[in-house]
């Protein structure tokens, strides 16, 4: 049994889990799945910021350098995309937003 304590606690996280999935499903409906999981790598990228906005983590000065070749790469595929819409970006992005939320609210 779930208390109303635990059950609190477990939707915020599981309410962004399911939002971050209907985003990525919808973004694989817009555009090609391999752009959508291209764009999806910049999740780390979310989690360092809403971890810095949110509980006010400052992330290593490496582990944030090892985040620019991933984001100019991912800048650099999603430029050269033939199926590229801003539909299918927009919410691969959503999805990204809505599981760094669920990363930052686990913690």
């Known amino acids: 049994v779930v208390s109303k304590q635990e059950f609190n606690s477990l939707l ?4 962004m889990h399911a939002l971050g999935h209907i985003a ?3 973004s694989f409906a817009a555009v090609a799945i391999s752009l959508t999981h291209t764009v999806k790598t ?9 971890s810095r906005l949110i509980l006010g983590e400052v992330t290593p000065l490496p582990a944030m350098l090892a985040l620019i070749p991933i984001m100019a790469g991912v800048g650099m595929a999603s430029a050269g ?3 590229f819409n801003w539909t299918g970006f927009l919410t691969a992005m959503a999805s990204n937003l809505t599981f760094g939320f ?3 609210w686990s913690k």
């Open 42 to 50: 910049l999740e780390p990228a979310f989690n360092v910021l809403l």
């Open 102 to 104: 669920r990363a930052v």
């Open 81 to 83: 995309e033939l199926s």
């Open 24 to 26: 990525a499903n919808l």
């Open 12 to 15: 915020g996280p599981a309410s």
